[in-house]
């Protein structure tokens, strides 16, 4: 009799333990339901942290005021960055600059040591052939930057002068040009401001560069003394941001935050920001031309 009791009494505090868990679990269950469509195995892969956002990595050449400059903090600043900045925003996804020389810029994107280059890129039939550009955000063309003194009235005045240019650029391109490949008078320099500094010391006679860079710096340097000309020899060009060959898909997110910016009137508020008036209602830079 004692034993049946006790085996009884142990018997029974099991069940009430079984019991107990049952009601336990069938409370927890109640409470925090796994979603009904969710499989266990996306349950368990959402509560591992996030991978971390992919950051896309800018080249630009940082010394191209107002579009791409360092500021006092060193900061890479400027109007392009602003456009990228939004265009991203749109796109959702996030992007970090990293100053990169214009000499190594386009090799940088091909050994994927850059993911865009976001550098004022004129879209050229040649530069095409190597990688992809999104739709042009900005038009240019190239001024002549002469001292005020100077008779040059027109790019053909050059052929007889020592010609600044940026080594590599459109500008370069034009110059080649009209004086020829093997011509000793075109003098190459790392970056336009330093092609600009040798005009001011007298060591070219001209300088020939995208408008925007050239009117920045003869508006911010009066005491330059220097003089712009314009010719309607140079064709128009437009700047895209430039994607290793085959990136479509950041090409697509590109372009389509692109639309958006414009659609919506952040484009806008930013040309604005750097020349005053909506890229719509004044040509860049018409009081140069
Ligand atoms: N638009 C010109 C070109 O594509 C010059 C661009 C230079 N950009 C710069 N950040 N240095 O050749």
């Not at 003869?218 to 003394?225: F, P």
């Amino acid at each position: 009799m004692t034993t049946f009791t006790t085996r009884r009494f142990l018997q029974s505090l099991g069940l009430l333990a079984v019991g107990t868990l049952l009601a336990a679990c069938g409370k927890k269950e109640a409470e925090t339901p796994p979603p009904a469509e969710a499989p266990a195995a996306v349950a368990a892969a959402s509560a591992a942290p996030p991978p971390p956002a992919k950051v896309y990595v800018v080249g630009t050449d940082a010394a191209y005021a107002p579009f791409e400059l360092q500021n006092e903090k060193g900061e890479i600043v400027g109007l392009t960055i602003d456009i990228v900045s939004a265009v991203a925003q749109k796109a959702g996804i996030e992007v970090k600059f990293v100053n990169t020389p214009w000499e190594g810029i386009f090799n940088s994107l091909q050994q994927g040591d850059r993911d865009m280059l976001a550098s004022s890129i004129t879209i050229t039939d040649e530069r095409k052939q190597t990688m992809d550009f999104t739709n042009p955000y900005f038009d240019a063309y190239q001024l002549i930057a002469v001292k005020e003194n100077s008779k040059v009235a027109k790019f053909d005045d050059l052929k007889k002068l020592k010609v600044g240019v940026q080594t590599g650029t459109t500008g370069d391109e034009a110059v080649t040009k009209l004086l020829g490949k093997n011509s000793t008078a075109i003098k190459r320099f790392e970056s336009t401001p330093l092609a600009l500094k040798e005009l001011e010391a007298g060591g070219v006679d001209a300088v020939v560069a995208d408008n925007g860079v050239v009117v920045n710096y003869v508006t911010n340097n009066a005491g330059a003394k220097f003089k712009t000309v314009s010719d309607k020899a140079f064709v128009p060009e437009q700047y895209g941001f430039a994607v290793k060959k085959g990136n479509t898909e950041l090409l697509e997110k590109l372009n389509k935050g692109l639309a958006d910016i414009k659609a919506d009137g952040t484009y806008d508020q930013i040309y604005a920001k750097y020349f005053g008036a909506p890229a719509a209602a004044a040509p860049a830079m018409a009081a140069s031309k």
